[in-house]
C-alpha cells in the first residue's frame, strides 16, 4: 500500500555550489509542511553505490584493508563501489568490482538490502549483496588511486572486527551486522 507523502518538503529555488565528479552539492530553500523555511539545505548527489558479501566455498569472508584519508586510518571493508553509467544493474556493478579489486567472481548472488547512505542528505543508495561459492578467477585490477589488501577472513573473525570496532564503514557493518544475526555462526552455503 503507498502513503500519500503529505510530509514531502516543497522547493522554493535550488542552486548548484559544485558539480565535481566527486562533489556535486546543491542548496536548496525549502518549505516545511508547517510552513517553516529552511533558507540554505545542502544536498549532496551521488551515483548508487554497491558492496558485497563475498563468501568463498571454503567459507571465508572476502575483505579489504584499505587507507582511507578522510579518518586518516586504514581499516577493513567489504568490497564496495560505483555503479557505473555502462553497468545495467546494481548487481553487475557489485558483480564488476568484486573481480577488479578482489580477483573473485563466479558463484551464487542475491541482493541482500538497500540502504541509505543518509537520506537527510544524500540521494544515493547502497545496494548490498550477499554472493556465496566465490572462487579466485584472476589477479586483482586496480585503478591507479587505488591501494587495497585482499583478505580472507573467518566469521570469528569477521564477528572479532564488528564487535572491535575495526569495520568503520556504516555501509559495510550494517549488512554484516544483519549477516549475523540472520545466521550467526548457523549457516552453510
Known sequence: MKEKDDMAW???SSQYISQEPWFTVRKEKVQL???NTIDSYYVLEYPNWVNVIAITKDEKFIFERQYRHGLRNTSYELCAGVCEKEDSSPLISAQREL???TGYGKGEWEEFMIISPNP???TNLTYCYLATNVEKISEPHLEVTEDIQVKLLTIEEVKDLLENNK???AQHAAPLWKFIALYGGNWHF
Open 10 to 12: 516543497k522547493v522554493l
Open 33 to 35: 509542511p508547517n510552513g
Open 99 to 101: 573481480m577488479e579489486e
Open 120 to 122: 537527510g542528505t544524500h
Open 167 to 169: 569495520v568503520t564503514q
